[in-house]
């Protein structure tokens, strides 16, 4: 059974920094793997998705790659802002019917 | 475009009660749908998805079940609540085929007393 791991569980930086979020997962036969951010009580906003063929996927000031011969993903965000304070999810799809394996997930807080 | 819709936002209903959580998509046709819950200090699992109408595939045993009536229509449903069924109810959708994002709803906060 696919398991995956988001360390650390809480993450606090300066505003301006980069921001360094991990992931990994436990088989690498995975048909994809997408980022998700999550602020408190709210729903998943899909951030980016990075299929099984890719090695990385960018959107503006976020940065995902993926290494399945070592089973981890890596979210790089770029000149961290306040705004950016929110809980960041990664999920590996164990499947083509898009079922999700989520991790617990890594809160972020950015300081003014 | 393409939207979710999810209610409601929030129920608090009683131990034994019945429960019905709806999830609606617009703009798209025959999509994937998905129930996800977060419970307190965990991470999301999947309870049921569903690739067309009547077709509903549940991922763990539970005291809950899930219906398609209408292909852009998910409804997640118990006949009598337990404390355990306490959480954050997601409703997701995604088009069809290997490979595309799942876009989720707002959600729905329970908590069963």
């Known amino acids: 059974k696919q398991e995956v791991t988001q360390i650390p569980a809480a993450l606090s930086v300066p505003e301006g920094e980069n921001l360094v979020l991990n992931c990994s997962f436990t088989?690498?036969?995975?048909?994809?793997l997408q980022w998700f951010r999550q602020d408190p009580g709210k729903g998943l906003t899909s951030l980016l998705l990075?299929?099984?063929?890719?090695r990385e996927q960018t959107s503006g000031r976020l940065n995902a790659s993926l290494d399945k011969s070592s089973g981890r993903s890596t979210l790089y965000i770029a000149a961290s802002q306040p705004g950016d304070s929110a809980t960041y999810l990664c999920a590996a799809a164990t499947d083509s019917w898009g079922k999700l394996q989520f991790g617990a997930g890594t809160q972020v807080v950015v300081t003014p | 475009s393409q939207t979710i819709h999810q209610w409601p936002a929030t129920l608090v209903q009683p131990v034994g009660s019945p429960l019905s959580l709806e999830c609606t998509v617009e703009?798209?046709?025959?999509?994937?749908l998905y129930w996800y819950r977060q419970a307190a200090g965990r991470g999301l699992q999947l309870l049921f998805y569903?690739?067309?109408?009547?077709?509903i595939s549940s991922e763990v045993p539970q005291n809950l079940s899930a219906s398609r009536p209408q292909d852009r229509q998910f409804i997640l449903s118990s006949k009598k609540l337990l404390l355990s069924d306490s959480g954050f109810y997601l409703c997701a959708w995604r088009t069809r085929g290997r490979g595309e994002k799942l876009f989720f709803g707002s959600g729905t906060q329970l908590s069963v007393l």
């Open positions: 088989d690498s036969a995975i048909y994809n």
């Open positions: 569903s690739v067309g109408i009547g077709q």
């Open positions: 703009g798209t046709s025959n999509p994937n």
């Open positions: 990075i299929q099984s063929s890719q």
